[in-house]
């Protein structure tokens, strides 16, 4: 089992930034891809961003040049940077883990983008 505990949600005006991190733990030997999933009221769960344990990453179109993914050197934690926010960006940010071939889910946390 994955364990993964997600923090720094929060409301900030549009323009802000927020950094969300993401701590696994438990059996975490064997996770090949982290990364960060979004969902808004009355929308479907979407990617935002993810890193592999290779260190290579995928973004959204939406997120691209204002968001960043990266992870400590234990590969433990990943973080999501995201700058220039948008009311549009506005959902339950739920950290995401995938372990032989079987995916792990945070609790998700709040981010509100005022206007």
């Known amino acids: 089992q994955v364990q993964l505990v997600e923090s720094g949600g929060g409301l900030v005006q549009a323009g802000g930034s927020l950094r969300l991190s993401c701590a696994a733990s438990g059996s975490i030997f064997g996770i090949s891809v982290m990364g960060w999933y979004r969902q808004a009221p009355g929308k479907q769960r979407e990617l935002v961003a993810a890193?592999?344990?290779?260190?290579?990453?995928n973004y959204a179109d939406s997120v691209k040049g204002r968001f960043t993914i990266s992870r400590d050197n234990a590969k433990t934690t990943v973080y999501l940077q995201m700058n220039s926010l948008k009311p549009d960006d506005t959902a339950v940010y739920y950290c995401a883990a995938t372990r032989f071939g079987r995916n792990y889910w945070g609790q998700g946390t709040q981010v509100t983008v005022s206007s």
């Open positions: 890193i592999s344990k290779d260190g290579n990453t």
